[in-house]
C-alpha cells in the first residue's frame, strides 16, 4: 500500500490564493461546460491560453501541477487513443477490421486529449490555491438551496466539517493499526488473493470501533459545550467576497466572449 | 421529504462523518497485481450502507466526493455527476445491506447492480457526457476492468460484512449503554 498525502493545497500570496473560495468553485464547475463551447482549433486554443494563464497568475512550481496530472496520464492517453479507434468519418488512413483510423478520429482524439488536460489542470489550480477548509466551506455555500426541498443541510455541514478535520487523525490510526498488526506477523502485501483480503478485516474492525469510541467521546464533549442541534447557531469562520473576485468574474466573461466569438458557427 | 431524512442522534452523525472519513482514506489505497488493481474506497461505500441505510448512506456517499474532491482534488475535474454517482453507490448497498442478515445472494446482487448501474453505465455516461467522449470507446475503456473487478469485490464484502457485523453489535451495545 502506497503513501498517501494529506491535501494539496499550497500557500501563497498570488491573485488566484486571495479569491472567494465560492467564486473558484463554481468556476471550475462552470468551467466544464464553458468547454462544451469550444469547437475548432482556433476556440481550443482560447481554452489553452486561458488556462496556462491561470496556471502562472497562481505563482505555484509548475512541477506541482505536473503531479496532478500524472497519475492520470495513462487514462488520458489510452481514452483518446480508444477515441481514435471509434470515430469514422472523414479521410481514412488506416483500416482493419472495424477499427480504422480516420482524419475525424485523430482531431478528435486531440480534442477529448485536451480537454482531458484543461478539466484537470483547472481542478488543480483549485485545489492548489485554496485550503480544503475554505473549499468545504463554499460547498456548504452551494448546497444551500437544497434546504428548500428539507435536505438536512445544517447537518450535512456538520458532517463535512467533521469528516475533513477527522481524515488525518483516522490516516495516523490506520497506518498505527497496520504497524501494530504488522508486528504480530499481519503480511499486507503478499499472499494469494485471498489472503489479502482476509488481511482487511484486522485493519478495518479496529479502525471502526476506534471511530465509533471517537464518536461517543466527541458527541459527548459536543453536548456538554451546549451543542443543540444546527439550527439557531453563528458562524465564526464567515466567507468575504472581495475585489479580487470581480477579477474572476472579469475573466470569466472574458473567457466567454472569446469562445462565442472564436467558435465555429 | 422531510420523514425521508430520519432524524440521527449527534453521535450516529459524527459515527457517520467518521466512517466517511474511512472512505476516504480506504479509497487512496488499493491492492492487487497491477493488471487489475482494486481501489478500497467501495468499502466504505458497503459500510455507509450497511451502518446507516440507504438514505444516509446516500447522502454520506454525496459527502465523502464533495471532502475528498477538497482535500485531494477530483480526478476528472469537479462534476456533479460524480457526486451523484459516488451517492448511489452506499444507497445500493444500504438497500441490500442495511439491518438485513448477511446472504450471500445479497452481496452477489448488490455488488453487480452496482457494478452496472454506477460503474459501467452511470460513469461511462459522465465520460460520454463531460470530455464528449463516443460512449462505445468510454465502454470499452471500462469494461475490461469491470468484468473482472466485481467478483474480487464480492468476496472482499463478504469478508468485511463479517467484520462490520462484530463492529455493529458493539455499536448497539454503546447506544444501549448510553441511553
Known sequence: ??????GRFIPGDSVIHKMDSRGK???????????????????YLVLVLACLLA?????????????????????????????????????????????????YGVINSIYIFLRFTLIILMSTVMTLTTAPLAIADAMEWMLKPLKYLHVPVAE?????????????????????????????????????????????????????????????DLSTAMEARGYRGSEGRSKYRVLEWSKYDLINLGYFVLLLILLLSFRSK | ???????????????????????????????????????????????????????????????SDLVS???????????????????????IYGAFFYRKPIKIWRIVAASLLVTIFVNILLNTIWLHFIYKMSFTAAL??????????????????????????????RKEKLEKSRM
Open chain 1, 156 to 216: 450535512i455541514a456538520l458532517i463535512m466539517s467533521i469528516a475533513l478535520r477527522f481524515v488525518p487523525t483516522l490516516f495516523d490510526q490506520t497506518i498505527k493499526i497496520m504497524n501494530a498488526q504488522r508486528s504480530r506477523g499481519a503480511d499486507f502485501n503478499d499472499g494469494g488473493l485471498i489472503k489479502r483480503i482476509k488481511a482487511v478485516v484486522p485493519l478495518l474492525v479496529p479502525l471502526f470501533i476506534n471511530s465509533l469510541e471517537v464518536a461517543i
Open chain 2, 69 to 91: 474532491s477538497a482535500l485531494f482534488g477530483n480526478e476528472g475535474g469537479f462534476f456533479i455527476g460524480f457526486t451523484l454517482t459516488a451517492m448511489l453507490a452506499p444507497m
Open chain 1, 1 to 6: 500500500m502506497s503513501k498517501i498525502i494529506i
Open chain 2, 140 to 169: 470499452t475503456a471500462r469494461l475490461l476492468k469491470e468484468i473482472i473487478v466485481p467478483w474480487i469485490q464480492m468476496i472482499i464484502i463478504f469478508f468485511v460484512l463479517n467484520g462490520l457485523q462484530r463492529v455493529n453489535e
Open chain 2, 1 to 63: 421529504m422531510k420523514k425521508f431524512f430520519f432524524k440521527l442522534s449527534l453521535q450516529e452523525l459524527i459515527f457517520l462523518a467518521l466512517v466517511i472519513a474511512i472512505k476516504i482514506i480506504l479509497g487512496r489505497f488499493s491492492f492487487g497485481p497491477t493488471y487489475v488493481k482494486v481501489g478500497l474506497g467501495f468499502i466504505g461505500s458497503v459500510a455507509l450502507g450497511y451502518f446507516f441505510g440507504p438514505v444516509w448512506g446516500a447522502v454520506g456517499g454525496g459527502i
Open chain 1, 25 to 43: 468553485l463554481i468556476f471550475t464547475f462552470i468551467f466544464i461546460f464553458i468547454i462544451f463551447l469550444a469547437n475548432n482549433w482556433q476556440s
Open chain 1, 55 to 103: 496556471i502562472v497568475a497562481t505563482k505555484i512550481n509548475l512541477r506541482f501541477f505536473w503531479d496532478g496530472i500524472k497519475p492520470l496520464l495513462g487514462l488520458i492517453f489510452f481514452t483518446s487513443f480508444l477515441q481514435l479507434f471509434f470515430t469514422s468519418g472523414g479521410e481514412i488512413y488506416w483500416k482493419w477490421g472495424i477499427l480504422s483510423v480516420s482524419s
